[in-house]
């Protein structure tokens, strides 16, 4: 009897790597199993708005043109659909479809930053740009004398009384004769009869008036004096959309003298706060 022969090993061996690779499963391609990777809510681009400016008025006591332009440069080589606009860090327009951006929330004498990004369709965004300003303010002769200020007075010099004078604290309040910006004012003081105008010039109000103040006749009544009154505006802020004036100083002369009864000389220094 014939024995059959057996095959070579290496014949075996090639066989066992065709089997293999018939039925082995198929390579994925990494590249492809990979799924769509969404678009973060912020990316960072390499680009960046330009040139960004800030254009600020002349400003008026009035708060009529209290505004900021901000302008830049739209990136070169980028798509952008819009940009987005933040002052201080607080977004204020999220849908800015040009390159200038009018701030109509501004005040004169503060500080703002802005920054701007650029957001192009699919979302993306570019690097944020950034510019800070102070502003400027309006001259204290612009200041609108207005309200209830709380007045310090000492006395420089005094004669003629029958009690020694004392400084101290008193309303003073001031009525503008006009609708908008500085003019004359009526000044009137709580707890008296005080009550005349003071004109304006520039930064400084005056009269000579003839109205009581704080001197008494024999009697305890008050009397008309001659007061010669002139106060300074030395300090002014933005309040409600106006420029006001936050503090005063100057000096008051009084004279009294009533029937021989009383000849009263009170030289004051007065300097006063805005109450409101």
Known sequence: MLTPRRPPVWIL???VLVLGACTSPPTVDEHSAQAPSATPDAP???LRPGSLTIEEPDWKATGANWTLDVSWRAPD???I???EVARDRVT?????TGTVFRDREVEPGARYRYEVVGVAADGTRTRPAS???TTDEPPLSEARLEGTFVVRMVVDRASGTRNPVRGGAIFFAFDPLCNEGACTVRWSVRKARTDGRLRRADAVYAARLRTPLFVRNCFGAVV???LDVRLRVTAAAALRGRWRATRIEGTIAEVSSYGGCVTATIDWNVRGALQS
Do not use: K, N, P, R
Request: glycine share 4%; net charge negative.
């Open 224 to 226: 008309d004096e001659a």
């Open 13 to 15: 061996l090639v066989l």
């Open 81 to 83: 659909d819009h940009y």
């Open 44 to 46: 960072v681009g390499s």
């Open 77 to 79: 080589d980028a798509a």
């Open 92 to 96: 204020v327009d999220d849908s800015v």
């Open 131 to 133: 510019v800070s300003i």
